[in-house]
């Protein structure tokens, strides 16, 4: 067997270490398992927008078949369990603290949105447990419903949590007021734009699920939860719930059937299971159905803003303003402060040269599922606000809209912006020459026109987009309100016969982690990539860690590198004895120890052996084994940036839209692996077409009932709307880690939406429209086209 | 899921006389709707009666210038079978356009025309060539046997055994689906039989139905845009107006003619 | 309760369960073939794709019973452990098919259903043959090139 020939280079792509046995049906999730002594539960939810509970009547449904335990949240208070975190803390422009609306695992007095959890049932089997939860009996008096912003911010609005004021969870500001309105003030050009984001369901395939238990043997709490940051989810449920001290509890997520953010959050239903788990003789199990999903799992988006870019006369941005409204929902879910502010407003000098800038973010509570990350969570918001705004400028001011990004676009690096953040490094001219020749921007006159002699009307859209990713910097996220470090973490075990196991905190939900740590160390160490095993997921195995999202796997590939770097400092002290030579002429290279000094070489795996005999070198100087830690924690974001052009295809009979074809060419720094990489670009784009044309999770204003709560009434992208799509990466390395790397995870997400809304407005010539352009809504747009 | 007890008939005979003799017995077909719906709880038959395995419910046959359709034929066996193409090419691409390959491998005819889903496919056919649905008792004009929204004029335990099809060579089936479901926002199957034009409109939300004014005009000067359509045929929801899906009743039926030759 | 006795990825079994049990419980709960994945509650998304008597159908439509006397075959049933992968499955690594893996194996069932029907099927086709499997990691790209080089692998398999 030639192991040579699977040694592999970081930057390669090489095929998924993991895909077998997905491929073979031998995945392995949460839903997959069941425990001996499995017990199973099932939630009573509400069927209101907004109520107040006046009864719960559980005595029938105790009785009935099976059933272990009714739960309410009198049982949680009683217990102690305290409410939900959020767990970023923002203070409002008055310098008061943000006001969180207290949310119990299970609604005490109030529900606030329909579908919240007000009771759990556990029984023998899932059918008794949905049973005797249909047979809770809970009265409710009920409340207006109010899921518009516009709604819950009205004068005389009814309030969702009866201690906050004007349904305001903060009122908060960033960049310079002032200088802006000097900057508006003084302007050739003002051009101002509303807009909504529209509010999205993150729909994971794989629906959340939790199987709970304590384990006798190991006397320890085990939860068995789909994450992606089990380790952080173990410290919560330790510090913020007790529900066991931090190291009795074992948490575990094996496969994670794709998380987008939606798995990343700290979910109501999930501690009740393990608070319930805690009371019975078994481990409980809790699947979501896609109805659960679609109404329970942490929405995205859902900004109202108003926007002004004020510019010169020569097209250049003197300032921008903004001012939004962002629908948190029935309450701040854990990073549900963070988004609209953080996440969100800190990007919105985009790719440009931007002077002054000013954001306003009313955080608004309503009756509606609680919204927090979802794929690119806050920066596509911004993203859309800048890439909008520039487009309805170009177009008012009579400039191409490639040319008026290019003129503002920042060209030196690092750039501190007027909104906290200091961008890397980039070359945004780079990729939108390289985004426009891929898309023959040039050829488009006659592609217009021979869709013209079809009667169809044809777009092209650019959007630049920059994002701020690899979180992160321990001490700046402290210092904007986080509650949490956000290093990673890297422990790399070298076996004596030389094969390794890497031991991260991240936790691949689809990213291929297995192949592209194993990768960093295959390439360090010079060993067949066969020999590596990526651990990931089990706090049993995995001691410290923060998980992966926010496209921060680099984070975590940065500590693997370091403590690959340990090994091999190590295997230079001990080779030093071995050829006895110096240790400063020690050399290693290609999976060899070797010195100018000496003639003897040590392959990578006889040092692992050597090491692990350690007869051949003091064991009160060097310690046996051949095992590192590393602890990473970046200086800096990263800031991963590119530019996507778009054609689209309007038929003005019917108000299709199609995605003609699709270019991108993204700055993701070095890349680990170029055809994962383009996969996290293919999904995040058809994510952000989703967003444009289909999806909307759309409330009920009078009765505050999701709508759009199946796959009936959801537009999920499929197979047949989507196109081919064009990449090129044009990478400028990142100097924040010592990888180079940038992210790439929610790039697609975040540039597409603008690009394909900027490509609908070309084709209609309109100044704008709002998300998502269904059919209806471009149909009465080409009528009123026609008309007037 | 309630439970509920599977009965498997050997033959029709069995299959009455379960139905017949229960009132909470239910036929179950392809079970690409019900079953979904015995998921989410909205139904709860006592007694789920299969009638996919009935020979008596299988096998097309040409006879003498129509098709029979027996009901328990799936939509990918409709939409592949020769005798359809030949007799009626739009018939078999509506059948091949319903779902998705998997629904099709299950889903049948009669199921569809038994359900009668305001936005389902197979009624607008049924209704635009004029087809007869024959049951275990009877035999029933199209136009007599779907009665609104979800609605026939089935008696508790009949069954449907078949769809005869007239012969229809000059027919289009146009759909534009919901974005979302994928069932259809508006669909018309049009056809030219004996001379005149039938536009038989589904998914406009109440039922699916004939649009006599649009098939007069398409006799007349062949132009749709001005043909009366009654709005009262329509419903608005997240997906749609009723101004919208009276607009697409108009695109499809005209898009479906200029497809007829 | 019911007694069916059904043939699954070549073993003929019996099985004792609930009239209301689902295809998909039946694999899942009692057989242990958790491979095929419940996404869903409306029978679109496809994660549950099975072949009965060589067809793709989705195991969540479908009672248990009705499987009485049938073959299925899942995703485990197209190779074993220490088996090559199945040129379809193999397609899907050579081609990036997979992200995290949660519809895979309906896809690879759905997959092998259109190579079944359409001996060299182009990406348009396999887009258009996909309507009833969602995945939301790969933005579907992948899938379908997957699916056309696994077919061309199937028909070429000597």
Known sequence: MNLTASRVKFGQSVKRQEDGRFLRGKGRYVDDMILPGQLYAAFVRSPMAHARITGIDADHAASMPGVERVLTARDLVAAGLPP???????????????????????????VRYVGEPVALVVARTQAQAKDAAEAVIVDYDDLPAMVDVLDAMAEGAGL????????????????????????????????????????????????????????????????????????????????????AAEHKLRMVSPDVGGGFGSKAHNYPEEVAVTFAAKLVDGPVKWTADRSEAFLTDAHGRDHLTDVELALDGQGRFLALRVDTRANVGAYLSSSGSLVPTYMYATMLSGQYAIPAIHARVRAIYSSTCPVDAYRGAGRPEAAYVIERIVDVAARELGINPAEIRRRNFIREFPYQTPVVYQYDSGDYEKSLDAALELAHYAGFAGRRAESERHG??????????????????????????????????????????????????????????????????????????????????????????????????????????????????????????????????????????????????????????AAHAAASFPTDEIEPGLVATSFFDPPEFTYPAGVYVCEVEIDPDTGTVEVASFCAADDFGNVANPMIVEGQVHGGVTQGIGQALWENALYDADTGQLMSASFMDYGMPRAQGVPDYKLVFSGVPSPSNPLGMKGCGEAGAIGAPPAIINAVCNALDVRHVDMPATPEKIWRLCRQGKAG | MYDFTYRRPADLAEARAILAGDEGAQPLSGGQTLIPVLRARLAMPAVLVDLTALDELKGIAAEGGRILIPAATTHAEVAASGTVREHCRALAALAGGIGDPQVRHRGTIGGSVANNDPAACYPSACLALDAEIRTDRRRIAAPDFFSGMFQTVLEPGEIVTAVSFPACRGA?????????????????????????????????????????????AADGNGDLSEAALDEGRFTGDLHASVEYRMHLTRVMAQRALAKIH | MATISLEVNGKARTLDLPDNTLLIHALRDHLRLTGAHMGCDTSQCGACTVHVDGMAMKSCAMLAVQADGRRVTTVEGLASDDAPLHPMQQAFHDNHGLQCGFCTPGMVMIGLDIARRHARPDPSTVRAELEGNLCRCTGYQNIVAAIVDGAGRMETRP
Not at chain 1, 93 to 109: E, F, I, N, Q, S
Not at chain 1, 207 to 222: F, H, K, M, Q, V
Request: charged share 20%; glycine share 12%.
């Open chain 1, 84 to 110: 939900l975190p959020c767990g970023w803390a923002i203070t409002s422009r008055d310098g008061t603290p943000m006001k969180v609306g207290v949310r119990h695992a299970l609604a005490l007095d109030k």
């Open chain 2, 172 to 216: 289009h089936y146009e759909k534009f689906p919901n974005p979302a479901s994928r069932f259809a926002l508006i669909a018309v199957f049009a056809a030219r039989l004996a001379g005149e034009t039938r536009l038989a409109v589904t998914g406009g939300g109440t039922g699916v139905f004939r649009w006599h004014e649009g098939e007069r």
């Open chain 1, 160 to 243: 969702i949590h009866d201690e906050i004021d004007a349904n305001c969870a903060f009122d908060w500001e960033i960049g310079d007021a002032a200088a802006t309105e000097a900057a508006f003030a003084g302007a050739a050009h003002r051009i101002a734009l509303t807009l909504r984001n529209n509010r999205l369901v993150p729909n994971a395939i794989e629906p959340r699920a939790i199987n709970a238990g304590w384990d006798g043997s190991s006397e320890e709490l085990t939860v068995y939860m789909t994450h992606q940051n089990p380790i952080g989810m173990r410290m919560f449920y330790a510090a913020a719930f007790g529900l």
């Open chain 1, 456 to 609: 169809k009307l044809r777009g092209i859209g650019l959007a630049a987009y920059v994002e701020a990713c690899g979180i992160g910097p321990s001490a700046k996220l402290a210092k904007l309100g986080s509650g949490a470090g956000m290093w990673e973490s890297a422990e790399v075990r070298v076996h004596p016969i030389g094969t390794v196991e890497v031991l991260t905190g991240a936790h691949s939900h689809g990213q291929g982690h297995a192949t592209t740590f194993a990768q960093v160390v295959s390439d360090r160490f010079g060993i067949p990539i066969e020999n590596v095993s990526v651990i990931q997921g089990d706090t049993a195995r995995v001691q410290a860690g923060t998980g992966t999202y926010g496209s921060r796997a680099s984070v975590g590939m940065s500590a693997t590198l370091r403590a690959c770097d340990r090994i091999i400092d190590k295997g230079k002290r001990i080779a030093a004895h071995l050829m006895g030579v110096d240790y400063d002429a020690v050399e290693f290279d290609d999976g060899l120890f070797s010195s100018k000094d000496s003639n003897v070489t040590i392959a990578f795996a006889e040092m692992a052996y």
